[in-house]
């Protein structure tokens, strides 16, 4: 019995010894995170991952931006803050120690810092003796790549860029065919800037104005193949569709010019009355004036308070106007009315004499019956 307690107090003073080993073989880790105002970050998430054993422990910080975690087994691990969601900013290769708690801590206004002097570095090329011995060598290495990449892109963008404001530059002094030439070298460079093809559209258009037959017919559809590159690129564009719908008109598409303004005025609905306005005025230049009085009455219809377009639908009516035998006028129904609501709207406006005039002309009657001004006076007799 003796023997046998002997043994037992062994095995318990042995049981005792490893679980004072085991107490003894856990770490610590704590540290204090700032936002990016330098300020004490409250309730952000620290993850910390255990690299040579699998382990995953989490901690937040208290009010002052503190944080603490002990019962960690010794070992090397990675420490990551965690803000809103999204990881912030990560220390790798924490290796724990016996005693003091290992300091961890996080300060975004500092890496923020950090951030934005190596991204000035990277744009310049140029990194500084600290910035360098801060890169690991992998990270080095992905610098150069990407400083080289950078710099391709500069040179590219720099071309791209000259093309690019030589083709505008023409567009604007109506050189069609220098726009042209300058706008296609940089969609060369790049097929997917929507701006390119949009004004090459345009140049487009300009040339088919200054051509005829077969030579026109061909510089309409290179611009209506570019207005249909730029709307894919970018669909939410109004104003494509609403220079597009006019190139049609001038092609005399009615129908299509009319759809694309549709699609225009659903995107940007105040400016459809501006877009239908424009619809009526290229019609009228090529002489539909009864398209051209359907499209100035949807600009009024869209803004019942747009003057010109109330003049202008006058106008385009006033093309049915006929007479009788006797001279009298026959006004076509809202000639008058578009005319009063106009000198209603801008009595001073650019057309407020033209609109008194054909005011005046529908109310009067017409003298049908000619009468030669150099005709002699007087009934008198010759001798």
Not at 42 to 53: F, S
Not at 131 to 160: C, D, I
């Amino acid at each position: 019995m003796k023997a046998i307690m002997g043994k037992f107090a062994v095995v318990a003073m042995s049981s005792f010894l490893f679980a004072g080993l085991s107490r003894a073989q856990t770490s610590s880790i704590e540290g204090d995170v700032k936002g990016e105002d330098s300020s004490p970050l409250r309730g952000a998430l620290v993850k910390i991952e255990r690299k040579d054993i699998k382990g995953s422990y989490k901690v937040k910080t208290d009010k002052k931006g503190h944080f603490f975690h002990t019962g960690l087994p010794l070992g090397m691990y990675r420490v990551t803050l965690e803000v809103d969601g999204k990881d912030r900013d990560t220390v790798d290769n924490v290796r724990t120690r016996l005693g003091d708690p290992t300091s961890v801590n996080f300060d975004l206004a500092a890496m923020k810092k950090r951030q934005d002097a190596m991204s000035k570095a990277a744009d310049s090329g140029q990194l500084t003796r600290e910035q360098e011995r801060e890169l690991s060598p992998e990270q080095r290495q992905a610098m150069e790549k990407q400083l080289k990449e950078r710099a391709g892109a500069l040179a590219k963008n720099k071309v791209l860029n000259e093309a690019f404001n030589q083709g505008m530059e023409a567009l604007k002094n109506k050189q069609w065919d220098a726009a042209l030439e300058a706008f296609n070298r940089a969609a060369e460079m790049d097929a997917k800037q929507h701006v390119i093809w949009g004004n090459m559209a345009e140049a487009y258009v300009g040339l088919a104005g200054a051509k005829t037959g077969a030579e026109q017919d061909a510089a309409f559809a290179k611009g209506t193949e570019c207005y249909n590159k730029a709307i894919e690129l970018k669909p939410d564009d109004a104003a494509y569709h609403n220079n597009f719908a006019l190139a049609l008109a001038k092609q005399k598409k009615t129908a299509e010019a009319q759809a694309e303004l549709e699609k225009a005025a659903q995107i940007n609905p105040p400016g459809a009355g501006q877009y239908f306005y424009n619809l009526g005025a290229v019609l009228t230049n090529i002489g539909q004036s009864e398209a051209a009085s359907v499209a100035f009455k949807r600009a009024i219809d869209a803004d019942p308070k747009y003057a010109n377009a109330q003049f202008q639908y006058a106008v385009a009516l006033s093309a049915k106007i006929t007479y009788t035998p006797d001279g009298k006028v026959i006004t076509p129904p809202g000639v008058k009315e578009a005319l009063d609501r106009y000198l209603e709207l801008d009595p001073n406006g650019q057309f407020a004499e033209a609109a008194k005039g054909l005011l005046q002309s529908i109310s009067s009657q017409v003298e049908t019956q000619y009468t030669n001004p150099a005709a002699k006076k007087g009934g008198g007799k010759k001798k």
